[in-house]
């Protein structure tokens, strides 16, 4: 029996005309405990995948300005997710659609060079690229460098340090983002905001563009012919 996937939307806030900016599309599975994340994003069948987005897009066209989902490397170079992705961006317009290049490792190898030709493609269809987790793991500037001339979005992550924004270190990372973002032109976007002190310390860096469980969690999107109980499904 094939595992049923779903993406649920989590939205991102403009702080700045208290609007809702974009979603982020965040793919989970069902499983006997409820709706929980993939042990690994690069396992998921491609086809499957791409259906999913598709279908989601539809419903989301004409809602916000940006819908944003996760893509790892080996998906980014998969011809049939690629298709997706580029008839997503048709039926989401005028809205745009936003590649999150994530550093989720697979089985393959895929080096830079080989990723580049893949995004200015997107971007050709009218897509943008987001850089996310900077500052996290791998992607350190020096190794998202090649990628930011192509970029139009920048995403920090506080839910990936344990000690979250008052630690001076944390803001300290901030501060450099934030410096890349403005050299280069781009929008930044702070995740994991989870109470008032966050989003006040975030509106003191003057980062207008967040994210996170204060602003809301992320939901079930529905598909039509989904059962009722899917939306009552245990979600982490």
């Excluded at 803001?171 to 006040?200: C, M, P, T, V």
């Excluded at 939901?219 to 939306?231: A, K």
Aim: glycine share 6%; proline share 6%.
């Amino acid at each position: 029996m094939q595992p049923t996937y779903r993406y649920f939307v989590q939205p991102q806030l403009d702080v700045r005309t208290h609007t809702v900016y974009g979603y982020e599309l965040l793919i989970k599975q069902l499983t006997p405990a409820g709706w929980r994340l993939p042990e690994s994003f690069a396992s998921i069948d491609p086809k499957i995948m791409s259906k999913l987005l598709v279908a989601t897009t539809k419903i989301l066209g004409l809602k916000v300005q940006y819908c944003s989902v996760n893509v790892s490397r080996e998906q980014l170079v998969d011809t049939d997710v690629a298709k997706a992705i580029i008839q997503s961006q048709t039926q989401l317009y005028p809205a745009k659609l936003i590649v999150e290049l994530t550093e989720e490792t697979g089985p393959g190898c895929y080096p830079d060079t080989k990723l580049i030709p893949h995004l200015r493609h997107f971007i050709e269809h009218g897509m943008q690229i987001s850089l996310d987790d900077v500052g996290t793991g791998i992607n350190d500037f020096k190794s998202i460098q090649e990628f930011l001339p192509l970029a139009s979005e920048l995403k920090f992550a506080l839910q990936n340090f344990r000690t979250g924004i008052q630690d001076p270190q944390i803001q300290q990372k901030l501060h450099f983002w934030r410096a890349i973002s403005n050299e280069y032109g781009l929008r930044l976007i702070l995740e994991g905001i989870e109470d008032e002190a966050d989003a006040q310390l975030s509106n003191d860096f003057e980062i207008n563009l967040q994210q996170g469980y204060y602003y809301g969690r992320p939901e079930l999107l529905r598909l039509p012919g989904d059962p009722v109980d899917f939306q009552t499904a245990t979600q982490s």
